[in-house]
């Protein structure tokens, strides 16, 4: 059932934040990669849902607002894990390559990337290959090191929350249901009635993707898309089946 107005979407989003209200409660709180590591009892699969500092609700009352919605193990036999996806948007410690990441592998990083090139004017030698191919050569990958320790720093302080939904590998999971409607609930992507839009000094204003920029999102996928009210009844039941990280 498609939503049906721009009333209704605002009671949806209400309804919404007083889930990661609950959500929050019975998890134990938001977390931050900073301090983060996979040692803590991470769930095998789930979706997270990231906020960041200085965006706030606006129309739905208050608090932090969502800006992006993310899982992984989407496909058939996919087996990547939630911790796995997280740490890939954090990036290593230590290696080769440390405090950096490898934007290649997480969308989520290229984008912020691609934000802070575009406020802050990094050099062609940083920035030149930027999102180019899905690999690197190690020339490359030791140029853009700089600006993917920038991406570290601004993604390892964005508070975020996870949702366990241990369900199978694949397109039709409710983890993909959950992902999918959340973003397009949330997301001002080409919406007349506009609810808690980003702040005047939000990164992703920066971003060349007129899909975040418009949608107050780090996502593109499904900011253009019509909302299923019901997935609201399913993420609350995976709410109430969840409980604290580190006790499973």
């Known amino acids: 059932m498609p939503d049906s107005g721009p009333e209704t979407r605002l009671g949806d ?3 919404f934040y007083a889930l990661m209200e609950n959500l929050e409660e019975r998890t134990g709180g938001k977390r931050v990669l900073a301090t ?4 803590v009892g991470w769930p095998e699969r789930g979706v997270y849902f990231y906020f960041e500092p200085g965006e706030v609700r606006r129309t739905s009352g208050t608090g932090d607002r969502v800006v992006r919605v993310g899982t992984h193990a989407l496909r058939e036999r996919a087996g990547t894990t939630l911790w796995g996806r ?3 948007h954090k990036g290593p410690l230590a290696g080769m390559y440390p405090n950096g990441g490898n934007h290649r592998a997480s969308i989520f990083r290229g984008h912020v990337g691609s934000a ?3 406020r802050d004017s990094w050099p062609p030698a940083v920035c030149g290959n930027w999102c180019q191919g899905s690999q690197a050569p190690a020339s ?3 140029a853009e090191h700089p600006l993917e320790k920038a ?3 601004h993604i390892r302080e964005m508070p975020f929350l996870v949702l366990a939904v241990e369900d199978p590998p694949g397109p039709v999971s409710a983890r993909a249901c959950i992902e999918a409607n959340s973003i397009a609930l949330l997301s001002n992507y080409g919406k007349l009635e506009r609810i808690d839009t980003s702040s005047e ?3 992703g204003r920066h971003s060349p993707r007129p899909e975040i920029q418009e949608s107050g999102l780090w996502n593109v996928r499904h900011v253009d898309a019509t909302y299923d009210p019901g997935f609201l009844d399913v993420l609350q039941s995976h709410i109430a ?3 604290r990280i580190g006790t499973h």
């Open 13 to 15: 989003v209400h309804r």
């Open 36 to 39: 983060a590591d996979g040692r």
């Open 86 to 88: 997280l740490s890939t």
């Open 116 to 118: 802070l090139i575009a």
């Open 140 to 142: 490359v990958r030791r």
């Open 151 to 153: 991406v570290s720093i």
């Open 201 to 203: 000094l939000w990164l």
């Open 241 to 243: 089946s969840t409980c």
